[in-house]
């Protein structure tokens, strides 16, 4: 495979669907590892994935005294675990089932010594075929993950300098593979109310922690328009949120979802891709911060504040 080197590349959803929930039911079963092992950390942090050189990766997961890491590595393609005692496995990325990926991991990780307690069925799916018994999704598009890898680049970059520019409580920017969406979520430093839940096969409680604080969220996900969407919306909707002044024009507010919505196409085909998304979350941002009354002056910093230092 010829690797791409544009670097907001075109990816149609409807041409990678089926391997798009393949890949999803897989990084499902890797984030729940990471989830068996890693210590609770609020909102679920520790459960995330994040944009690697190659892939995605778990990063550094505690295991008893040892640590280890899982990566997906969509170049060569092949999921890549490594123990700290510096032995490895790998499992190739080719078309097969879920339930023959589940199988091979988890033999992986045995074999590593690496017990991998997960729940055994997919969460925020329906239906959630346990991962053992789903023959149904065993479809592996090399060039179509390679291309979402490369949006997700782009995206964790921009979204990375973003993120930059707030000096409050913010989250990295992580991969949920619950939603199988890229996030960088940041919070006023007040309480919100209960969330209601509702999201399928997830108990309620998992949202009721994920949005325990008011908050701005932003990311990018794999749908919501031809060749996906990067999204914005606030936890709770501040009133007046919706009929903000957004841009570019192509952004618009989604009743249907509660949040903001603008197209990958509209930032890829932009003369000035990084401005355009840039501005996309700036202007959702302060949707939130501006009708929820943030206290914006303890929040925000320029990133560039010691430049003239270095």
Known sequence: MALTTEAWPRLRVADWADTRETLHMWTQIVGKVRLAHAPMVNHWWQVTLYVSPRGLTTS?????????????DFIDH???????????RHVKLEPKSVARFHDETMRALGELGIEAPIKPRPNEVEPAIPFAEDDQHASYDPDAVHLFWRQLLQANRVMGDFRSRFVG????????????????????GRPAPPHPGGAPNCGDWVM????????????FWPGGGDEGAFYAYAYPEPDGFA??????????YSRENGQYLLPYEAVRAADDPDGVLMGFLQCTYEAAAVHGDWDRAALEDD????DHHR
Do not use: N
């Open 78 to 88: 092949r999921l890549g675990i490594r123990s700290s005692d510096g032995a490895t």
């Open 243 to 252: 009929a903000h002044d957004i841009s570019p024009a192509d952004a618009y």
């Open 60 to 72: 550094a997961i505690p295991c008893g005294t040892r640590a280890f890491d899982i990566e997906f």
């Open 208 to 219: 009721v922690e994920g949005y325990s604080q008011e908050l701005s969220s932003c990311g």
């Open 303 to 306: 990133p560039g504040r010691w």
């Open 169 to 188: 409580k913010v989250s990295p920017v992580h991969f949920f593979w619950g939603a199988m969406d890229l996030a960088c979520t940041r919070f006023s």
